[in-house]
């Protein structure tokens, strides 16, 4: 099982898997980011990376049969723009830059978060057994899905994202980075909705290996405004950073 079955190069059948916390109907919005993800990938040119990813989110991604379509945005000769989107629901705007190995030394802080520190714990009350919450493997260094506050969780998927691909790294850190707001969540999740209506992903690098780590932090304003507010590390270190606005209401 994955969170896609590909039917055609640009059509995919959603499993229960993609199911998110907030409506039993409405994909996680990790799922389908790393869909877009994938796609931006399989256009670029070689020797091109993702450093920034931003999707906005019009509204919840159906469990369903989904179209993605492609198109260069920009080229040129060291970076290029890309935009994959799932219509009408989300789209997503990649800013590739070219990479050559051995460009510049490598500056950056030690490891600060380990995986051997985490454990897992248990996921918001949700009345399915399959969704999102059962495709991932997460453990916490600190904090967790239900108590209010900053978290560090570690997470790595259980299933592909498209059933018989291996998942590529970028999509291993896209379809973790939307729990950011989750993880470090600051209201009850009975009594509040705290959606996110965008992600951005900024990446130094991308992940090594299968866990990906989210150091984050939400803030919320008495208008109903969030923010999450995510570093992100794999085993050797920092990798990037992600923020997500959120929409805040009762429920």
């Not at 030394?105 to 059962?134: I, T």
């Not at 008495?222 to 997500?244: F, K, N, P, S, Y």
């Amino acid at each position: 099982m994955a969170f896609y079955t590909a039917v055609a190069a640009d059509r995919f059948v959603s499993s229960g898997y993609t199911r998110g916390p907030w409506d039993a109907a409405a994909q996680h919005a990790g799922p389908p980011a790393a869909l877009l993800g994938r796609a931006v990938e399989a256009a670029a040119r070689p020797g091109m990376r993702v450093t920034r990813m931003t999707f906005d989110i019009a509204r919840p991604v159906p469990i369903a049969p989904l179209t993605v379509t492609t198109s260069v945005v920009r080229q040129g000769r060291s970076v290029m723009v890309v935009q994959a989107a799932i219509e009408p629901y989300m789209r997503g705007t990649a800013l590739l830059i070219r990479t050559a190995d051995g460009a510049a030394p490598q500056v950056g802080p030690d490891p600060s978060v380990r995986l051997d520190d985490a454990v897992a714990k248990p996921f918001f009350p949700v009345p399915y057994d399959v969704g999102y919450h059962a495709a991932m493997e997460v453990r916490f260094g600190a904090g967790s899905f239900r108590e209010a506050g900053p978290a560090t969780a570690w997470m790595r998927m259980r299933v592909p994202l498209v059933d018989g691909e291996q998942p590529s790294p970028l999509t291993r850190v896209l379809v973790a980075a939307d729990s950011g707001n989750g993880v470090s969540n600051v209201l009850d999740f009975d009594r509040y909705l705290f959606v996110n209506a965008d992600l951005t992903v900024h990446l130094l690098r991308y992940p090594a290996g299968e866990w990906v780590c989210l150091e984050a932090a939400t803030s919320i304003d008495r208008a109903g405004i969030g923010l999450a507010d995510t570093a992100l590390h794999d085993e050797q270190g920092r990798i990037g950073r992600c923020a997500q606005s959120l929409f805040v209401a009762r429920r």
